[in-house]
């Protein structure tokens, strides 16, 4: 039933490629297509809660990914966006309702083999040693910060992370100390580690956080690119700042503390109505270009 293909449910290309309301058109930049109908589903999240030391930090909260969609995770500090992210990445429990990853329901499966099918890309890699740019995305594939004791690497294995190395545009870098790098180079390694092992989804939390504006757009061109290279792949990325969205964001979720105030598909989600709600603030939202901007404004008073 939901997976007939016939469907008409999924609207093709053209429909998000025009302003709700305004008729401006949206250039496509280098979207990747939309998901097909029936796409497989790779989170489900339903009516969660989530409570710690007696405080609900989420209630009733659903979210449901498909392959191949973008989701941003927006709202205001606090909200609970990255307690979403630990629920969707298996390192956390909710409380109350079901989460389901990769077809898996938390609770009745052993999370480390989901944890070797999710990339997670924090911003604030913990590492400390002087890894190399290789290396580091190698660790991608043992899941651990460090290098892992004894372990070798296969020829493949080097091989894939090399490639990885060059998509992010670090080709010829590979064997210099992450300590070195900078913020953006950074942030374009933990992306690679996050791909090297080939995940079904991508978790990103504040990827752009603390990069200067050169950097940040070199960043997002990046995930937008992944996002057309690695088609099937979902991912869910989370940040407080329109102006951090990728322009191959597909679907959004509004976090106002706790709950959700708005979900679906981007461009009818990111309103300046509906963000104005979720951040208890008037603010006006527009997008040109793909991009999304919030701003005070006319017409926000
Ligand atoms: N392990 C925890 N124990 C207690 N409180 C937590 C824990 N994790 C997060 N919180 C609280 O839950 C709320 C949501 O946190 P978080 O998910 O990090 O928000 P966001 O990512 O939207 O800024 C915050 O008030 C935070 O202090
Ligand atoms: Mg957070």
């Known amino acids: 039933m939901s997976t007939d293909t016939t469907s008409p449910s999924v609207p093709a290309r053209s429909p998000s490629s025009v302003r709700a309301g305004t008729g401006d058109p949206v250039p496509p930049a280098d979207a990747p297509p939309p998901p097909a109908a029936g796409a497989a589903v790779v989170l489900d999240l339903r009516d969660v809660a989530f409570v710690r030391n007696g405080r609900t930090i989420l209630e009733h909260v659903d979210l449901t990914v498909r392959a191949g969609e973008h989701w941003a995770l927006v709202g205001p ?72 004791q004894r372990w070798e690497p296969t020829r493949a294995e080097v091989d894939r992370a090399r490639a990885l190395v060059t998509d992010m545009g670090l080709g010829g870098k590979e064997h210099e100390p992450w ?30 956080t603390g990069l200067d504006v050169a950097a940040r757009e070199q960043l997002l061109a990046t995930i937008d690119a992944v996002r057309v290279t690695h088609p099937e792949v979902a991912s869910v990325l989370v940040t407080h700042h329109l102006e951090e969205l990728p322009t191959s964001t597909s679907h959004a979720l509004l976090l106002a503390p706790g709950r959700v105030s708005a979900a679906g598909r981007a461009d009818e ?31 926000t008073a």
């Open 77 to 148: 500090n606090g909200a609970g966006k990255s307690t979403i992210l630990s629920l969707c990445g298996a390192r956390d429990h909710p409380t109350r309702g079901e989460v389901d990853v990769l077809g898996s329901t938390l609770g009745r499966v052993d999370v480390q083999a989901l944890h070797s099918m999710i990339g997670h890309v924090n911003p604030r890699h913990p590492l400390r040693t002087p890894l190399t740019i290789q290396e580091v995305v190698l660790t991608g594939i043992t899941g651990t910060t460090e290098w892992r």
């Open 179 to 208: 300590t070195t790098l900078s913020q953006g180079e950074r942030g374009r390694t933990i992306i690679a580690r996050a791909l090297v092992a080939d995940p079904a989804l991508l978790l990103l939390d504040e990827p752009s």
């Open 269 to 299: 989600v990111l309103t300046t109505e509906a963000v104005s709600r979720c951040f208890a603030h008037p603010v006006h939202v527009e997008r040109r270009h793909g991009r999304w901007r919030a701003s005070a404004g006319p017409g």
